[in-house]
């Protein structure tokens, strides 16, 4: 971007960042995730800091979020309630405490104090003689709202303190709602028709910003304390971590995960054992607080715009990130699939960096009105390609543009069409050379060929080793060994695992060859219902149509697969050279009999293909996303968005530690 392309975008991001804030703090009704709202936070600082002539102390960025509602006496706090500045990572943080030891005397050693990052409304508690005497929300940091009544109904927020308590005492803290509260309050009002609320967060602020304390009162809500802003004299607190103690001992709740740290090493240990315990937390949390402990090294430090420079918030992951699509490029998958690309700068989202994002088709591109250079919200949840989600129009310039699809495919030059009411478009060609390279990467990879890459496979095509999938069964160490790059071990690993890889179940056979609209889980219905090959290569329509899960278009898929003559032949040659196909056992009435299992992030005493394994054998199903009818969501470390899908709609979470004791 020119510099004016640079001056006209932070403006434009200015102008959404605020009127989120305002839809967030004021109006309680956010449509955008706080994932979405950090990305384009962090994009507007970056641009800032690249060019900080358009820098503005008066700009939305450098004030704290929040708008006083009419409704509400206004408060004036004798001490501004501050935000905190974000670290996405290691790095960043490790920058923060670069920067804060430069404005510290000599070689200052750092403690640091730890605590969940809760996400709630954070309010301010005055206490005089021991007694609850107002509430009020943060507003702007200088002045917020009066709901003493409503804070009144949150029972873990004393009344009276207990003793010996200070004269005067003003506590900060979060008023929470658990996610347990939310999903019954969500119940509730989706059954009275009533809007649902988006987050803790949300229902937590919309329970306390009205005027029915009564109200406050049904939501269940709880309180943290995290800070202590000011104290009549006569009580001596040396350290951040002293708050926290001192307020335990005057009936407050305080996060019992909170840790002391002697350096950056031990928070990022303390970050990553919460982080496995972050899935099941009964709150809603997005990060870790960091604070230097030393109370005298942060009036030293002091506070910079709207944040303290002795706190930093650290952030996980998020699963959602904002980013410019550059262009719309055209993929060929292995069935003949013609897939639009979104291609964009590299951007961190659920903790790796990507740079393209999957647009399914057409409808789905006119359903976004989506066009290259708009700003728009990924998605990615697990190892999958992320996906666009929404786009953001208000970014807008005007110098977006439409994509239309292209006539004819990129790869071969065949007429793209389309197929009855498929909302996908195909090459027809199926010696279309890009079909047949995908098609041979899902073949290895459902046979677990790890041994053959992209690359290699490839190499064995421009060789003339290989023209079919079938042909790496018959490759010989001869063949690979003269290569340039290859040699003796390299060919003799190779073909090791192809002879070990031969031998395969049905279900994964039936997946390998790459039938439409046929994955994992539905060429397990088909092994499991058939048995072997040859019964399901002579079912007839109706057959294969009554089998649970299997719909009128996956059935015909498959009736049809098997009546094409050049299909039988490849299953045939690829038997005369070798591949075995395992007999399916019908699925037994097992201890996991009628239950259906999602498994999500990673397993530490086993892969996720053992324990589906495991399910299956004692009568369980596997399923690759959650609904109504998962029985069970196995949670490993990093699970995704599938867990909050899970938290959604009720469904029983295990651990793997519960997984195994089932098992």
Wanted: proline content about 3%; aromatic content about 8%.
């Amino acid at each position: 971007m020119n510099k004016t392309e640079v001056k006209n975008r932070i403006q434009k991001l200015r102008l959404e960042i605020a009127r989120l804030r305002e839809e967030y703090h004021v109006k309680n009704t956010p449509n955008i995730t706080d994932e979405v709202y950090d990305s384009l936070t962090r994009e507007l600082k970056s641009l800032l800091k690249e060019y900080p002539k358009f820098m503005d102390i008066n700009a939305p960025e450098n004030r704290v979020a929040g708008k006083i509602l009419e409704k509400f006496k206004k408060v004036k706090h004798q001490i501004r309630m501050l935000s905190l500045n974000d670290v996405f990572n290691q790095e960043e943080l490790y920058d923060w405490e670069k920067r804060i030891k430069k404005l510290l005397p000599g070689n200052q050693k750092l403690n640091y104090f730890c605590e969940v990052k809760f996400d709630g409304l954070a309010v301010s508690l005055i206490y005089e003689k021991g007694k609850f005497v107002r509430g009020a929300t943060r507003g702007d940091g200088f002045v917020g709202e009066d709901i003493t009544q409503n804070l009144k109904m949150i029972k873990s927020i004393p009344l009276s303190l207990h003793t010996p308590h200070p004269d005067y005492i003003e506590v900060r803290g979060e008023a929470l709602m658990s996610k347990k509260t939310l999903k019954e309050l969500n119940k509730k009002n989706e059954s009275e028709g009533k809007t649902l609320f988006a987050n803790t967060r949300n229902a937590a602020a919309g329970s306390l910003r009205q005027l029915d304390s009564n109200l406050a009162k049904e939501r269940n809500l709880d309180f943290y304390a995290y800070d202590i802003a000011d104290i009549s004299s006569g009580v001596v607190l040396k350290n951040h971590s002293d708050k926290h103690n001192f307020l335990k001992k005057l009936g407050f709740n305080v996060d019992q995960h909170d840790a002391i740290c002697e350096n950056l090493e031990e928070v990022i240990s303390f970050i990553k054992k919460f982080e496995k315990i972050r899935p099941n937390f009964p709150y809603g949390t997005d990060g870790i607080v960091i604070s230097v402990d030393d109370l005298n090294l942060q009036e030293t430090l002091g506070v910079v715009g709207k944040a303290p420079r002795f706190m930093s918030a650290f952030k996980y992951p998020a699963e959602r990130a904002t980013t410019i699509v550059k262009d719309i490029k055209i993929n060929v998958g292995r069935t003949g699939v013609v897939t639009p690309l979104a291609l964009f700068e590299p951007t961190l989202v659920a903790g790796s960096t990507v740079s393209k994002a999957t647009l399914h088709n057409m409808d789905q591109i006119e359903r976004l009105d989506l066009r290259i250079g708009d700003t728009v919200v990924i998605e990615k949840a697990g190892d999958v390609i992320p996906k666009v989600v929404e786009v953001l129009p208000k970014l807008r310039t005007g110098k977006e543009k439409k994509f239309k699809m292209p006539e004819f495919c990129p790869a071969c030059g065949s007429k793209i069409e389309k197929r009855g009411d498929l909302v996908a478009s195909f090459c027809p060609n199926k010696k279309c050379g890009a079909k047949n390279e995908r098609y041979l990467e899902h073949f290895v990879h459902v046979f677990e060929i790890y041994e053959l890459g992209p690359k290699i496979l490839q190499r064995f095509k421009d060789e003339g080793l290989i023209t079919d999938a079938s042909d790496i069964f018959i490759l010989n160490k001869e063949d690979i060994a003269p290569l340039e790059r290859f040699g003796e071990k390299s060919a003799e690993n190779i073909i090791r695992e192809i002879e070990e890889k031969k031998k395969i179940p049905l279900s994964r056979f039936l997946w390998a060859l790459g039938i439409l609209h046929v994955g994992e889980e539905t060429a397990r219905d088909l092994a499991t219902n058939f048995g072997t090959l040859e019964k399901l290569e002579k079912a007839t329509l109706e057959e294969i149509n009554e089998i649970e899960n299997i719909g009128p278009k996956v059935s015909e898929s498959v009736y049809n697969f098997f009546r094409d003559k050049n299909h039988l032949a490849f299953i045939e040659k690829l038997k005369n050279n070798g591949v075995k196909i395992e007999k399916a056992e019908k699925q037994q009435m097992g201890k996991f009999f009628g239950l259906t299992f999602v498994l999500t992030g990673t397993l530490s005493t086993m892969s996720r293909e053992l324990a589906k394994e495991k399910i299956i054998k004692m009568g369980g199903k596997v399923s690759g996303s959650v609904s109504t009818k998962t029985s069970f969501l196995v949670a490993g470390e990093e699970a995704g968005s599938k867990l909050k899908n899970a938290e959604k709609l009720g469904v029983k979470i295990l651990s793997e530690e519960d997984f195994l004791k089932m098992i």
